[in-house]
C-alpha cells in the first residue's frame, strides 16, 4: 500500500501516514504503529510495537479531542531502532497527517521535508494537534500556517 504521506526524517524513522484500511492491510510491514482512533471504533488488529490513542477529530479542546496528554504521549512513543513508523488515523487526512507533522518536528526534520512529506490536494492537518505540538516544541505556529498556507 502506497502512504497518503511520507516524511522522511533525516537521521530518523520514515513517517507513513495512512488510512485505517490501508493500515490494516499492511501495519506488518513497519516497526511502529501508531493509531489514532475514533472513541467508539475497534482495532481488530494488533502489532508488537503499537500504541493506539482514542479522540476524535475535533479540532477545538473538549471531550475526546488532543490535549497535551496526547502529544506527551505521542512523544514517549518507544522509535529506537526504528526505520518506518507507520500513522494512521480513520482516513489519513486530519489527525495523522497532523500527528505526524509534529512528530517530524520533534524528531528534528525541517519545515521543507514536512512540507514536501504531505500531498496537500488532500491533506487537512488538525490545527489543535498542530498547536498543540507547536506549544510542547515552543516553536511557534510553524506548522499550523504551513497548513494555512496549503488550504
Not at 58 to 68: Q, S, Y
Not at 70 to 91: N, Y
Amino acid at each position: 500500500m502506497k502512504p497518503l504521506h511520507t516524511i522522511a526524517v533525516p537521521k530518523g524513522p520514515l513517517l507513513s501516514v495512512m488510512s485505517l484500511a490501508s493500515a490494516a492491510a499492511c501495519h506488518g510491514e513497519f516497526d511502529v504503529v501508531i493509531s489514532i482512533m475514533d472513541p467508539s471504533l475497534r482495532l481488530e488488529w494488533s502489532h508488537p510495537r503499537h500504541t493506539v490513542f482514542r479522540m476524535s477529530t475535533a479540532v477545538r479542546p473538549g471531550l475526546n479531542t488532543a490535549d497535551a496528554r496526547f502529544i506527551e504521549g505521542l512523544f514517549a512513543v518507544d522509535l529506537t531502532g526504528a526505520s518506518s513508523v507507520l500513522i494512521h488515523c480513520r482516513a489519513g487526512l486530519e489527525r495523522s497527517p497532523a500527528a505526524a507533522m509534529v512528530l517530524a518536528l520533534k524528531l528534528g526534520a525541517g519545515l521543507k521535508v514536512i512540507e514536501r512529506g504531505i500531498d496537500w490536494e488532500i491533506a487537512n492537518p488538525n490545527p489543535l494537534i498542530l498547536a498543540l505540538g507547536e506549544d510542547q516544541l515552543k516553536s511557534g505556529p510553524v506548522l499550523r500556517a504551513m497548513a494555512e498556507r496549503h488550504a
